[in-house]
């Protein structure tokens, strides 16, 4: 089991998404969060970097060796219980918009 089915903020999933496909740098995860929610979500700085170091600890993210050329840009990579945890997350957040969706269907229904 990845986590003590404890739900992630915004910021982490994201994060974890972002890392999803392969390795990306601090900035290039601030972008591609920003992107992907259409500007609902915006990570600073601060935020990023203190999560990234709260999941490196944790063992869901390390920093990539292959720093494509720049040697300034810290790159992370998603560990396989980094993966666990966000496909976790996923299903979970699934799970809860199918329960609302036989509800508001229910409801549309009547």
Same mark, same amino acid.
């Given at each position: 089991?990845?986590?003590?089915?404890?739900?992630?903020t915004?910021?982490?999933f994201?994060?974890l998404m972002c890392?999803?496909?392969g390795p990306?740098?601090?900035?290039?995860?601030? %972008?591609m969060?920003?992107r #992907?929610?259409q500007?609902?979500?915006?990570?600073?700085?601060?935020?990023m970097?203190?999560?990234?170091?709260?999941? #490196?600890?944790?063992?869901?993210?390390v920093e990539?060796t292959?720093?494509?050329g720049?040697e300034?840009r810290?790159?992370?990579?998603?560990?396989? #219980?980094?993966?666990?945890?966000? #496909?976790?997350?996923y299903?979970r957040i699934?799970?809860?918009t199918?329960?609302?969706?036989s509800i508001?269907e %229910?409801?549309?229904?009547?």
């Amino acid at each position: 089991m990845g986590k003590a089915n404890e739900p992630l903020t915004e910021s982490y999933f994201y994060i974890l998404m972002c890392l999803y496909n392969g390795p990306n740098h601090g900035y290039g995860i601030m %972008q591609m969060t920003e992107r #992907l929610s259409q500007g609902r979500v915006k990570i600073g700085s601060g935020t990023m970097y203190g999560a990234t170091g709260n999941m #490196l600890k944790k063992g869901w993210i390390v920093e990539s060796t292959d720093t494509g050329g720049s040697e300034r840009r810290r790159m992370y990579l998603l560990t396989d #219980l980094g993966r666990q945890v966000f #496909l976790e997350e996923y299903n979970r957040i699934a799970a809860l918009t199918e329960s609302a969706r036989s509800i508001i269907e %229910q409801k549309d229904n009547l």
